[in-house]
């Protein structure tokens, strides 16, 4: 691992575990429930750097993964990786699968029921931004996955085709 590498872990490790400690404090020491009321301003900046230090850690540690791999003589993207792409899809196509059923089963929030497209729309929107983007960080994290792996596609085929003009 590089050096500068290592740095920005330690960087990162270290936000994340004051995004951490902050929270516990807050939780346990201040009685607070862990809803929205919790964030104030700073647990708010807190929560932002905490985001991007960990989609920064898992960079990190791909990108040395696949500089590993190289260095080693085996190609950059393996079988698995590549299966991990395809199977990040899924969570998607269960969204889309649940979507579609609620067109006329109905999407029902508080006191209203929606049909057709609006329940389609519905409960892509709740069930995908709400519950799978925020609460439980899937998308995210998935999308994050499908761009390195398509950027890291490019760049070794780009390698590749160097090779063989050379």
């Not at 998607?92 to 609006?118: E, K, N, R, V």
């Not at 792996?149 to 050379?166: G, L, P, T, V, W």
Request: charged share 20%; hydrophobic share 55%; aromatic share 18%.
């Amino acid at each position: 691992m590089k050096k500068y590498e290592k740095i920005l872990l330690i960087l990162f490790s270290v936000m994340t575990v004051i995004f951490a400690a902050d929270v516990l404090y807050r939780w346990k020491k201040l009685d607070i429930e862990l809803d929205y009321h919790m964030f104030d301003s700073l647990t708010t900046v807190l929560a932002l750097l905490f985001i991007v230090s960990f989609f920064g850690i898992m960079a990190i540690l791909v990108s040395w993964w696949l500089r590993k791999r190289i260095e080693a003589g085996k190609k950059p993207i393996s079988k698995l990786y590549k299966w991990s792409f395809i199977l990040s899809f899924i969570p998607f196509a269960m969204l889309t699968a649940a979507s579609a059923a609620s067109m006329s089963d109905g999407f029902t929030f508080m006191f209203s029921t929606s049909y057709g497209i609006d329940a389609f729309v519905s409960t892509f929107v709740w069930y995908g931004f709400i519950l799978l983007s925020v609460i439980i960080p899937v998308f995210p994290v998935i999308i994050f996955w499908q761009l390195l792996y398509i950027i890291k596609r490019r760049k070794y085929r780009k390698q590749m085709k160097e090779c063989a003009d050379n």
